[in-house]
């Protein structure tokens, strides 16, 4: 998996797991959105309308009044527009996304959802990282690292044409989310074949 960019901490349940740890600490810049902050107030900037976030983090603060969007999507537009220039390739940006499930349930689909949106709309590469796993979006055909007995999930966004190699299960395209789930790797890496979208989940550890 190659290392991001840029992490963007949200508001939701600070991660426990030392991998997504390991990536908050060796992050070059942080992003936090609006309250995160007061879990890590190392971030370089604060993202948000600022009703959460205490006075003593506002010299760090953009504020972003519009509704349309949820912070976690205002933050990725500020690092698309500010820090793609920074990295060491100019696209796509690749962004570690943390603490984006674990609070309301409203918040974590829509917050997951999301990374699809950002790769089909703006180009960036993210990763989504939990306390049990990853996801990750992807299109078209794609092959993944993985290991024997880790457990899969494929959210199908939208592919007309879905099949897979290396899973313990066939994966077809899917119309509704729970029907991709619970699926399993059988070696050291699986392919998705597709037309459109698609979500991949893959845990830290095996079954």
């Known amino acids: 998996m190659k290392s991001p960019d840029i992490v963007i901490l949200a508001n939701g349940t600070f991660p426990t ?3 997504p740890l390991e990536v908050l600490r060796q992050a070059d810049k942080v992003v936090c959105c609006d309250g995160a902050v007061k879990s890590f107030p190392n971030a370089d900037v604060v993202i948000g309308d600022g009703d959460s976030v ?3 983090y506002h ?3 953009i504020r972003v009044d519009e509704q349309a969007d949820n912070d976690l999507t205002k933050a990725t537009r500020y690092c698309l527009k500010n820090f793609s ?3 060491s390739h100019p696209s796509p940006l690749r962004i570690a996304y943390l603490g ?3 609070g309301r349930e409203d918040h974590t689909l829509g917050n997951v959802s999301l990374l699809v949106r950002y790769l089909r709309d703006i180009g960036v590469e993210g990763t989504m990282y939990t306390d049990h796993g990853t996801f990750v979006p992807a299109h078209g055909d794609q092959t993944f690292e993985c290991f024997p007995r880790q457990q899969v999930s494929i959210f199908n966004f939208g592919s007309s044409v879905l099949s ?3 899973l313990k299960w066939q994966c077809y ?3 509704e ?3 991709g789930t619970l699926n399993e790797a059988t070696g050291t890496s699986f392919t998705i074949h597709a037309d459109g979208y698609y979500l991949v989940f893959r845990t830290y550890l095996p079954k």
């Open 54 to 56: 205490p006075v003593m």
């Open 177 to 179: 989310w729970w029907q």
């Open 59 to 61: 010299d760090r603060l």
């Open 164 to 166: 897979s190699e290396g």
């Open 17 to 19: 797991h030392p991998i």
């Open 85 to 87: 220039p920074l990295t």
């Open 100 to 102: 984006c499930t674990g």
């Open 173 to 175: 395209p899917t119309t």
